[in-house]
């Protein structure tokens, strides 16, 4: 079966860092590219952030431009998401979703990230 | 970049009914960048239409999509309980992804 499972939220003071992680399984992991989603509280999903299949290429949102940092582990099927300076407005629920021609047609459910002081 | 504006924000409909959601691009786009999920809360987001009409692998046939240039549209031609959720039109161009801001279907 086609899986991802993220981990690693939490409650962190702003200005913290975390790194979230989303392992991969049911399919070649090294294939795809892969991208994070997230969600604020009552609001929308808003695209985060991609690698492409080798990790080479990135691309951000520029709300977390120079902040976030994505990368990939292709030996262990893992993606990660690198979080620092932490704001208020960054507490979300982060998706990985493995993007396929434009779309994103598989998603995790999700780890919560929560910034408060 | 590409904005996308959703209507309505919440549609409220009976189980049977006919829901019809609207996305409208600042700017024309392809239809082949357009993409429609669902999304409930506590699960993950699933992807119903991508190329603007295509449905996505197991979506039923009461899903379909279409428009092209700035307005698409997703229906639900006849709503069954598990099809009340929030909707999101998603649009992909210049290695930079944006959603719409959601319509909900709620029950009447």
């Known amino acids: 079966e086609v899986e991802l499972l993220e981990s690693g939220g939490g409650l962190l003071q702003p200005g913290g860092s975390l790194r979230l992680s989303c392992a991969a399984s049911?399919?070649?992991?090294?294939?795809?590219?892969m991208s994070w989603v997230r969600q604020a509280p009552g609001k929308g999903l808003e695209w985060v952030s991609v690698t492409v299949n080798n990790g080479r290429t990135t691309s951000y949102a520029d709300s977390v431009k120079g902040r976030f940092t994505v990368f990939r582990d292709n030996f262990r099927n893992t993606l990660y998401l690198q979080v620092n300076s932490l704001r208020v407005g960054d507490t979300a629920v982060y998706y990985c979703a493995r993007e396929f021609y434009g779309v994103f047609d598989i998603w995790g459910r999700g780890t919560l990230v929560t910034v408060s002081s | 970049e590409i904005v996308l504006t959703q209507s309505p924000g919440t549609l409220s409909l009976s189980p049977g009914g006919r829901a019809t959601l609207s996305c409208r691009a600042s700017?024309?786009?392809?239809?082949?960048?357009l993409a429609w999920y669902q999304h409930k809360p506590g699960q993950a987001p699933r992807l119903l239409i991508y190329g603007a009409f295509s449905r996505a692998t197991g979506i039923p046939d009461r899903f379909s999509g279409s428009g092209s240039g700035t307005d698409f549209t997703l229906t639900i031609s006849s709503l069954d309980p598990e099809d009340f959720a929030v909707y999101y039109c998603q649009h992909f161009g210049n290695s930079l992804w944006t959603f719409g801001q959601g319509t909900k279907v709620e029950v009447k």
């Open positions: 700017q024309s786009v392809s239809g082949s960048s």
């Open positions: 049911g399919f070649t992991f090294k294939n795809y590219a």
